[in-house]
């Protein structure tokens, strides 16, 4: 019995017609050739392409995102996750020999990757097309079906990418249905092969509850607390320069971005400084188009709680209007404080000092394992104690961010800041499933497994094993 997914009449049964026509597609082997992967990937780039100019205009309606930005933070990496599948696919998809034991001898044995079969991407609205599109462009290279609910909370932007590819696409291979809980709760009922979701651990719970009532393959690329910590050591200026950018591009609306810093106690005043220096020279400003809005009233109103007028060290201003919340510091914050009970997905830093790392990490741990974490540090042993003792999905040393940007790397949460990896090959592997074989030729045979068990046979096994 379903218990976790209300029932909507009638968008439940569209959704079942949808899923059931591209499980019938699917199940005609018409998304499995290599060819027809590459022709439909490199039509999604053209697709693309040619409608670049209509999606900067979207996004610029959703919240205010430049051009410059959205080229920058969504375009080119999408473009790019498409042509790093088109170049690799057919290495990808050949099938991966691996070492046969002994007792097969002799025999190959490799893994064979096959599609999943029926998709479903639910995305979330901080980097639309990113999130939407990203892992259409793995479940389509992988050879699946697919069906994606982009955020309604960017509506021009889920609009623009259900015109795209709606209006281009067979629906029984690519299909974007819009809408809120509603049209997810829908969808959600259905049974799919592979459920690909971005957004909160609240509603990561209902789409794994979802997922495990049909027992399907769910990756869930959540959020979480992210700490970024600044050792005595560290190349201060240079490392608050990028923690700064990677903090209040998006308005700090970035699941990866710095939710809180931990500075040693020696060098905060430096810190509160430098970061100062950098928020200006960066000028985040609606003004100059250079700052993105927060994405609703909301979410508005929710950051703005977050601010304790009694510990703002720079910023704090705020205009509901233009849902503009000035870059914001806030200094003297411990543990009890607002700002540290929630993600904060907005542009404000509360900074914490620490004398020990010890104590630092004790911090850490206190929250739930965060979907990335920063080390700012020269110092190898505080690397290696980082690495070793704290639990994160990504990260970076000396940086912030940045690791989303190589493809090479690996995407992803742990525990409760997600489950699953994609980007690059990652995102083929994450819509595959790799069958394992063992191929064995008819011409020689042992007789060893058969009946006539003896001593001498068990131990010849033993010996092969
Ligand atoms: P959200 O969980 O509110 O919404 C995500 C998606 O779920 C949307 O498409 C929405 O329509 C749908 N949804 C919302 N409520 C639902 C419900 N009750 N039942 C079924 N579907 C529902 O998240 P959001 O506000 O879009 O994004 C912010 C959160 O996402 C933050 O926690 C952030 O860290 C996380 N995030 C993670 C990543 C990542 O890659 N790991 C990227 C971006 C955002």
């Given at each position: 019995m379903n218990t976790s997914i209300q029932t909507v009449p009638f968008t439940d049964i569209e959704a079942k017609q949808l899923v059931q026509n591209q499980r019938h597609f699917f199940n005609q082997n018409n998304t499995k050739s290599v060819d027809f992967r590459l022709e439909q990937l490199r039509k999604l780039k053209t697709l693309l392409l040619e409608h670049e100019d209509a999606m900067h205009d979207a996004i610029f309606k959703d919240f205010g995102k430049s051009k410059y930005e959205n080229q920058l933070t969504e375009f080119f990496p999408l473009i790019d996750e498409i042509n790093v599948a088109i170049k690799n696919l057919k290495k990808w998809i050949k099938p991966k020999n691996v070492a046969t034991n002994i007792l097969n001898f002799p025999a190959k044995s490799y893994l064979v990757p096959e599609p999943l079969g029926v998709s479903l991407v639910i995305g979330a609205w901080n980097f639309p097309y990113n999130l939407t599109l990203t892992p259409l462009v793995g479940s389509m290279a992988a050879g699946n079906t697919t069906i994606l609910k982009p955020s309604e909370l960017a509506q021009h932007t889920s609009a623009i990418m259900t015109k795209i590819l709606n209006e281009n696409f067979d629906s029984n291979y690519i299909h974007v249905i819009e809408g809120g809980i509603p049209e997810t709760t829908a969808l959600l009922n259905q049974r799919y092969d592979k459920i690909f979701f971005t957004g909160s651990p609240m509603v990561g719970k209902i789409v794994n509850k979802a997922a495990a009532e049909h027992l399907t393959n769910v990756t869930l690329e959540l959020g979480g607390k992210n700490p970024a910590i600044f050792t005595k050591?560290?190349?201060l200026k240079m490392s608050v320069k990028r923690m700064i950018w990677a903090k209040f591009v998006n308005s700090g609306q970035f699941c990866i971005t710095t939710d809180y810093a931990l500075v040693h106690k020696d060098i905060k005043d430096d810190f509160l400084k430098y970061a100062v220096e950098e928020i200006k020279k960066n000028n985040f400003s609606r003004d100059n188009h250079n700052y993105v809005q927060i994405i609703n009233e909301r979410n508005f109103d929710r950051v703005v709680n977050l601010i304790d007028p009694d510990k703002v060290f720079y910023g704090g201003n705020y205009n509901k209007n233009e849902r503009y919340i000035e870059p914001t510091i806030l200094h003297?914050?411990?543990?009890?404080d607002a700002v540290m009970q929630?993600?904060?997905?907005?542009p404000v830093l509360p900074i914490i000092t620490y004398e020990s790392l010890d104590e630092a990490f004790d911090i850490i741990k206190h929250f739930e394992k965060p979907l990335a974490a920063y080390l700012f540090s020269d110092s190898s042993a505080i690397k290696d104690r980082f690495l070793n003792e704290i639990s994160f999905g990504s990260g970076a040393i000396n940086d912030c961010v940045m690791q989303i940007s190589n493809p090479n790397l690996p995407f992803g949460g742990v525990g409760h800041s997600g489950m699953g990896r994609y980007h690059g090959k990652y995102s083929f592997e994450c819509f595959s499933h790799f069958k394992a074989i063992l191929d064995k030729p008819t011409a020689i045979e042992t007789n060893l497994k058969y009946y006539g068990y003896n001593e001498k046979k068990l131990k010849l096994v033993k010996l092969l094993s």
């Open positions: 050591d560290a190349a003297n914050v411990n543990l009890d929630e993600e904060i997905f907005g």
